[in-house]
């Protein structure tokens, strides 16, 4: 299971990577569209829907994604699905998630997938991969931090295995690579310096705990709906969603803090 997880790993990274910096701005939104209609479709069998209401899902899905971004008007949408992960799902994980809220979910489902792939789409390649790497670089040093000092469980009836202790590892992995990004990168060293370091931080915290957020829905939508993984498309680490939960709830505000700061 190791290996397969290592191995899936390391070539979605590569066609990431690829995918961000060597394809034309069309043919990425194409394959932004198709992989958040694939998690489309994973989120509405999670919801409940049957075949025929999943694929309505995911084509409504899809020309969400594309009809703003040909049209210049991305932004409002991703103001939207930043509004979502910033208010309603902390709200909706703290009252309790429950199988049914069917038209919630469906709903929901358009917040979380609509908002990302566009915030992809506006961003530079260079943004997306930074602040990927911060959630994935805070995810690894929650599961380092709890698996070494975790003893206080942060959402024991969503997901377990997730504690407080894991939750200021990640905090603390957020905040060191942001502080490392600063000098490295020329737009954060024009626009974060003196006063602007608080600020700066406090938005990379605000980045991880928006991922752990994404994650923690995801891993909730999975339990209302009784699913271990959301799919088996990714060996090693289940469905797409399983592996873009975090990219959901952080993209959306990432886009809009590089719009602050005029990195764009």
């Known amino acids: 299971m190791l290996a397969a997880r290592l191995a899936t790993a390391a070539v979605l990274i590569a066609a990431i990577l690829a995918a961000l910096f060597f394809l034309p701005p069309m043919a990425l939104l194409a394959l932004v ?43 409002p949408f991703i103001a939207i699905g930043a509004a979502f992960w910033l208010v309603a799902a902390p709200l909706w994980l703290w009252h309790g998630m429950r199988a049914g809220q069917r038209g919630l979910l469906v709903a929901a489902g358009f917040a979380a997938l609509v908002p990302m792939a566009l915030a992809i789409t506006v961003m530079t390649p260079l943004q997306v991969v930074l602040a990927v790497a911060l959630t994935s ?58 006063s602007a370091w608080v600020p700066y931080l406090l938005a990379a915290a605000a980045l991880c705990a928006l991922g ?53």
């Open 137 to 194: 670089i805070a995810d690894s040093a929650a599961y380092f931090t709890g698996r070494a000092l975790g003893r206080r469980k942060l959402a024991p009836s969503i997901s377990p295995g997730k504690t407080w202790e894991g939750a200021y590892g990640a905090l603390a992995g957020a905040v060191i690579f942001a502080a490392a990004c600063q000098p490295a990168v020329p737009e954060l060293r024009r626009a974060i310096s003196g």
């Open 33 to 75: 569209a198709a992989i958040a209609g694939i998690g489309a479709h994973e989120w509405a069998k999670l919801c409940g829907l049957d075949s025929a209401a999943a694929l309505g899902f995911v084509a409504l899905v899809v020309a969400a994604i594309a009809i703003p971004s040909l049209a210049g008007a991305a932004y």
């Open 212 to 264: 752990i957020l994404g994650d923690l829905f995801e891993s909730a939508l999975k339990r209302q709906a009784g699913a271990k993984d959301s799919g088996t498309l990714l060996p090693g680490h289940g469905g797409v969603l399983d592996r873009i939960d975090s990219a959901a709830s952080t993209l959306p505000f990432a886009a809009g803090l590089w719009a602050l700061i005029g990195g764009k």
